[in-house]
């Protein structure tokens, strides 16, 4: 009796009825693995069984190695000697289970198609990448001979835990796919992989920098083998996936072999929707100049960039005296001829051809193609080439030319111009590399799967296998993670715009000032209530904000009031954009203060730095955290003289217009003029000192404390010595965020570069920095969804676990009773950008709290806190997931279903646990329908594809 792993058994080995010796024997053999020693087992069994056979000792298969076809452990020299030319060096590197069970031919496959394009492959194999054999090896033979591209056929992240990732040798790194499932489901599904081959091998390598390329085999049945009676099952490779994995591993070799002025590089800007005004809207990016920033970046670098354009203006001056998708017959620069684009189009896929002609007909009537007398006729291109840089408009995927057919379609398949375009680039401009500059373009939107790509499927069909970099905004994972994975792109993040606080303007500056001024009446001066009332709410209808608080036909004047009051904080105090991000550029001056205010608003972490800067200086004056207030409630705490005498904002001072304030003492006489047509001239208040006008709300508050904040960060203000916790948070912007923040612009030209260089773009989170997520900067790196594992993060879980708090007292107060049940939505972009604030949410709701592993930050479980901790009933929670979030977080769903069974599992009242007494009264009425009890312990918890917990009627009928 044998172990099934490597690890002896002595129970085992007592209970077996063969020596001791040969029982090591047959284990190590086992344990070994590989033909040669599974061989071996079967001589020595029948050996020990009465037949008389030759055998071996089992022989030790090194955890890390060399491997080529045909060989049994072929060394560096012998590897060498089966290379044909000089081209890159490209290892392959693989588990050594596949060694071990001989199922090696997706690896014999792709040293077979590098081969034939004059590559040198080094297939390796290793036990695992973290193993010390493994790392050693391959330092050596990286030393040895320098890779150009590394193919990567193993899984997991080595970064994740914290290790030091041995093929991180500064050149790219694909990362190829054994998948676990079959081809026919690949090829007939549009998931692409399954979602443990997902998670192992896609969103943990693209930690460590991996570049997704292709799925290159699957599992299938190799036969039966009549002498064991078992149905053998390996990998087999797919030819054209090979294929392709092999044409981009070269073309990554290629450009990276190029000096910088034989490279010929494309950058495309977005236009969508396809009106001209909206040609290059790269979100939250100012393309134009990003674009000249580049261009300039190049020409430094030793590209030829020719005659550029001398700023963003005078490129947009260019572009638009061409082609465009709103002008598709103005004059063009270049173009492709319709004999090419014939000869391109019949290289595609059948599948496709018919598709694209199913759908928009024949070449001919594409409104960009330009019929010649002379010719074939001509597909304009809409862009320009300087030197050896192409500029070009992205054409339009068909939305515009029957808008009633195809408004939004998903899968809609792109017109003749499109492809032609991009047949242009990779035939006659010959392009080695392609640049999306901005989110977001609409080539990773085509139709097809949603990874490991197939030839029919159209991000492939278009781009094919060149190498692809996209500039993108670094607070959007989920849509990036779409280039990275459909459209094999190195991600370049980039800064977000420089925020500030929205503040009050206008209409709603005046309407603010009215209602200060309305609630002063009611202190003093009772007459101008009526009046005040009145106008307030005709402005408020005037500018149409009454329908956005919600305000009624007739509903009370003090309620519709207490509304608008309320509307106008919370949209005062929203982070709103101030400009665009330009590629290569920092903010600075007052842009870079209110942006480190805007990242420093939010807590990070435990650590006194990781404080809010807003709650650490509320802290610091002795005041209640006035972000944990309705922005509208009045205050009714401290009013320290540091924030009466800060002249908070420009909207602020705006809104207090020409009110005077002078000290008397602990007196404050303030000059209150009346905006209100028919009132009395403006009469003088004297208030005790913190009640001005512009101090009323826990909203003012906040204004205040920003103000204050904005100016301790700019240096215009000074923190006090006794402020310890502001002075922490200080010392952490001047230390680590400002530096961050202001090297943003240098390390995101530097990623392009390097990219273009054919080097490694090093990896890095993404997310938002302005909530709770600073890790992110700088920016330039090539961005990573999450690790799914470590959500939700311990700040989110405050942040989450502070929304879920508000929300239960904000119900309460409204209802005069705690909430029972909520649904709440959660999706995967969204819980990427914020580290899992929405899941923590509802595990807050349930009163449950994530368990963190403290090296890695993986959550590792939950801790069920006590209803006495609680303060209050908990919340049944049902969520509705996305798509996305199912197949991108299997982990959360999982760890969110066993919190839900653990809490249903409670024994707690009715009153404090309401999901335990739903669940109970399900399963009575279950079984009293004849239900077998287990079964009916089981029905009411179990979850949709959608719906994660429970679908439940309010009768008897269970719907699963």
């Given at each position: 009796?044998?172990?099934?792993?490597?690890?002896?058994?002595?129970?085992?080995?007592?209970?077996?009825?063969?020596?001791?010796?040969?029982?090591?024997?047959?284990?190590?053999?086992?344990?070994?693995?590989?033909?040669?020693?599974?061989?071996?087992?079967?001589?020595?069994?029948?050996?020990?069984?009465?037949?008389?056979?030759?055998?071996?000792?089992?022989?030790?298969?090194?955890?890390?190695?060399?491997?080529?076809?045909?060989?049994?452990?072929?060394?560096?020299?012998?590897?060498?000697?089966?290379?044909?030319?000089?081209?890159?060096?490209?290892?392959?590197?693989?588990?050594?289970?596949?060694?071990?069970?001989?199922?090696?031919?997706?690896?014999?496959?792709?040293?077979?198609?590098?081969?034939?394009?004059?590559?040198?492959?080094?297939?390796?194999?290793?036990?695992?990448?973290?193993?010390?054999?493994?790392?050693?090896?391959?330092?050596?033979?990286?030393?040895?001979?320098?890779?150009?591209?590394?193919?990567?056929?193993?899984?997991?992240?080595?970064?994740?835990?914290?290790?030091?990732?041995?093929?991180?040798?500064?050149?790219?790194?694909?990362?190829?796919?054994?998948?676990?499932?079959?081809?026919?489901?690949?090829?007939?599904?549009?998931?692409?992989?399954?979602?443990?081959?997902?998670?192992?091998?896609?969103?943990?390598?693209?930690?460590?920098?991996?570049?997704?390329?292709?799925?290159?085999?699957?599992?299938?049945?190799?036969?039966?083998?009549?002498?064991?009676?078992?149905?053998?099952?390996?990998?087999?490779?797919?030819?054209?996936?090979?294929?392709?994995?092999?044409?981009?591993?070269?073309?990554?070799?290629?450009?990276?072999?190029?000096?910088?002025?034989?490279?010929?590089?494309?950058?495309?800007?977005?236009?969508?929707?396809?009106?001209?005004?909206?040609?290059?809207?790269?979100?939250?990016l100012d393309t134009p100049q990003s674009a000249i920033n580049l261009l300039r970046a190049l020409r430094d670098a030793g590209y030829r960039v020719g005659d550029m354009p001398e700023d963003g203006a005078a490129l947009m001056r260019r572009l638009l005296a061409g082609p465009t998708n709103a002008r598709p017959q103005a004059p063009f620069e270049e173009s492709l001829s319709f004999a090419e684009y014939s000869a391109f189009?019949?290289?595609?896929?059948?599948?496709?051809?018919?598709?694209?002609?199913?759908?928009?007909?024949?070449?001919?009537?594409?409104?960009?193609?330009?019929?010649?007398?002379?010719?074939?006729?001509?597909?304009?291109?809409?862009?320009?080439?300087?030197?050896?840089?192409?500029?070009?408009?992205?054409?339009?995927?068909?939305?515009?030319?029957?808008?009633?057919?195809?408004?939004?379609?998903?899968?809609?398949?792109?017109?003749?111009?499109?492809?032609?375009?991009?047949?242009?680039?990779?035939?006659?401009?010959?392009?080695?590399?392609?640049?999306?500059?901005?989110?977001?373009?609409?080539?990773?939107?085509?139709?097809?799967?949603?990874?490991?790509?197939?030839?029919?499927c159209f991000p492939e069909a278009v781009l094919g296998p060149l190498p692809h970099l996209y500039p993108f905004i670094v607070n959007d994972p989920g849509e990036g993670t779409q280039a990275k994975r459909r459209a094999q792109a190195v991600i370049i993040d980039h800064l977000t715009p420089p925020l500030t606080r929205a503040g009050s303007y206008g209409a709603q500056a005046e309407l603010e000032r009215l209602i200060d001024e309305y609630y002063d009446a009611l202190r003093g001066d009772p007459r101008r209530v009526a009046p005040l009332a009145a106008e307030i709410l005709e402005r408020a209808r005037a500018a149409g904000i009454d329908r956005d608080c919600a305000i009624a036909p007739g509903e009370d004047q003090a309620q519709a009031l207490r509304k608008l009051d309320g509307f106008l904080c919370e949209l005062k105090d929203l982070q709103i954009r101030d400009g665009l991000h330009v590629l290569g550029e920092s903010p600075e001056g007052e842009r870079l203060d209110s942006l480190l205010l805007a990242c420093a608003r939010a807590r990070r972490g435990s650590d006194p730095g990781d404080q809010s800067l807003i709650r650490a200086l509320a802290i610091d004056l002795g005041l209640d955290d006035p972000l944990?207030?309705?922005?509208?409630?009045?205050?009714?705490?401290?009013?320290?003289?540091?924030?009466?005498?800060?002249?908070?904002?420009?909207?602020?001072?705006?809104?207090?217009?020409?009110?005077?304030?002078?000290?008397?003492?602990?007196?404050?006489?303030?000059?209150?003029?009346?905006p209100v047509r028919g009132l009395a001239p403006a009469a003088t208040l004297s208030r005790s000192a913190g009640e001005g006008l512009a101090w009323r709300t826990a909203g003012d508050t906040i204004e205040r404390l920003e103000a204050l904040a904005l100016g301790l960060i700019s240096g215009t203000a000074r923190a006090e010595a006794e402020w310890s916790q502001t002075r922490e948070v200080l010392h952490w912007i001047e230390r680590e965020l400002r530096p961050a923040v202001t090297s943003c612009g240098a390390a995101e030209i530097a990623g392009v570069l390097t990219g273009l260089d054919g080097h490694f773009v090093p990896p890095g989170p993404s997310g938002a920095p302005s909530r709770g997520r600073p890790d992110v900067l700088p920016t330039g790196r090539n961005f990573y969804s999450v690790d799914t594992r470590a959500v939700p993060t311990p700040a989110a879980w405050q942040l989450g676990w502070h929304s879920a708090s508000l929300l239960v007292e904000r119900y309460a107060q409204e209802h005069g009773s705690y909430p029972k049940r909520l649904a709440l939505s959660a999706w995967g972009t969204a819980n990427m950008r914020t580290g899992g604030d929405d899941i923590a949410q509802a595990l807050a709701l349930l009163g449950v709290r994530p368990v963190w592993e403290t090296a890695s930050g993986r959550v590792t479980g939950f801790e069920i806190l006590p209803a006495s901790v609680l303060d209050r009933p908990r919340v049944d929670v049902t969520l509705r997931i996305s798509g996305f979030f199912r197949d991108a977080f299997p982990g959360l769903i999982d760890l969110f279903d066993s919190a839900v069974r653990a809490v249903a599992a409670l024994d707690e009242p009715a009153d404090i646990n309401p999901l335990a007494a739903s669940v109970a009264a399900d399963r009575q009425a279950l079984e009293a329908t004849g239900i077998a009890s287990d079964d009916a312990a089981r029905l009411p918890r179990l979850g949709s594809m959608g719906l994660c917990r429970r679908w439940r009627r309010p009768r008897r009928t269970p719907i699963v």
């Open positions: 009796m044998l172990p099934g792993d490597d690890k002896p058994d002595p129970e085992l080995a007592r209970l077996s009825t063969v020596p001791r010796q040969a029982w090591r024997r047959l284990w190590r053999c086992l344990a070994e693995g590989g033909p040669a020693n599974a061989e071996n087992f079967l001589r020595y069994a029948a050996d020990l069984s009465g037949n008389p056979t030759k055998w071996a000792e089992p022989a030790p298969l090194l955890r890390a190695g060399l491997y080529w076809p045909g060989y049994a452990l072929p060394s560096l020299d012998e590897i060498a000697q089966e290379w044909r030319g000089s081209g890159a060096v490209v290892p392959i590197v693989f588990y050594r289970a596949l060694v071990q069970s001989g199922n090696t031919a997706p690896v014999d496959a792709l040293v077979q198609a590098l081969t034939g394009r004059r590559l040198r492959p080094l297939p390796v194999f290793v036990q695992s990448l973290k193993d010390a054999e493994a790392m050693a090896l391959l330092a050596d033979l990286f030393a040895a001979h320098p890779p150009a591209v590394i193919l990567n056929a193993t899984g997991f992240s080595v970064g994740a835990s914290g290790g030091e990732d041995p093929l991180r040798t500064d050149c790219p790194i694909l990362q190829i796919v054994f998948s676990g499932g079959d081809e026919e489901a690949w090829r007939a599904g549009t998931r692409g992989l399954g979602p443990r081959d997902l998670a192992m091998n896609v969103a943990l390598p693209e930690i460590d920098g991996r570049i997704l390329a292709r799925a290159v085999s699957f599992k299938a049945p190799l036969g039966r083998d009549p002498e064991t009676e078992a149905d053998l099952v390996g990998y087999r490779p797919v030819a054209d996936r090979v294929a392709f994995v092999a044409d981009l591993a070269r073309n990554w070799a290629r450009l990276r072999a190029k000096a910088p002025a034989e490279r010929r590089i494309a950058i495309i800007l977005a236009n969508y929707p396809n009106r001209d005004g909206r040609i290059g809207n790269g979100v939250g189009f019949a290289s595609l896929p059948a599948a496709v051809q018919q598709r694209v002609s199913a759908q928009w007909g024949s070449a001919e009537r594409d409104p960009f193609f330009h019929p010649s007398r002379l010719t074939c006729g001509d597909f304009a291109i809409p862009g320009f080439r300087t030197g050896n840089v192409a500029v070009l408009v992205q054409p339009a995927r068909g939305y515009n030319l029957d808008p009633k057919a195809t408004y939004h379609d998903p899968a809609l398949v792109p017109p003749h111009s499109y492809l032609a375009a991009y047949a242009w680039l990779a035939d006659s401009f010959r392009a080695d590399a392609v640049i999306d500059l901005g989110k977001h373009g609409t080539l990773e939107w085509l139709p097809g799967k949603a990874l490991a790509l197939s030839a029919e944990a207030f309705d922005p509208a409630e009045p205050w009714t705490g401290p009013r320290p003289k540091i924030l009466l005498a800060e002249s908070p904002s420009p909207a602020l001072r705006e809104r207090e217009g020409p009110i005077a304030q002078r000290w008397e003492g602990e007196s404050l006489a303030v000059e209150v003029p009346s």
